[in-house]
């Protein structure tokens, strides 16, 4: 049964509100991860607690327990010429480079002239998620 500390495989699937499916892992390896080591949302690892392996569960996660809203203050204008010419259109993403190396994903917003509105929420900002799980396996 699955009880914090113990070591989770799950195969899930991931879909927007509109069910627009997003992520899945099926046919793959499964997702594994330690209960209680914040690997996963904490809601997604609370919806977890007491199911054994065989059992499926649909879960439904706000924004808030996901990627959060969107932040208004996560849009900056730069420069066009910040922008690789490449991907100077609305819709666009970019990879930044943060301090640590990590990559992050931003958005073009919107193309203004010689400006460019650049979005650095992330992409699921604002969206609820509906997983479906299925436990593989329970260590």
Known sequence: MIEHGKRVALEYTVFLSDGTQIDSNIGEEPLKFVLGSHQVFPALEEALLGLK???????????????????????????LTLVPESFRFAGAVLGIQDPSGGVYPVRVQEIKDDKAILDFNHPLAGKSLRFEVKVVDVL
Not at 61 to 68: D, F, K, N, R, V
């Open 53 to 79: 392996v065989g059992d499926a569960k649909q879960i439904v996660l706000s924004p808030e327990q996901a990627y959060g809203h969107v932040v208004a203050d996560a849009y900056r204008e730069v420069e």
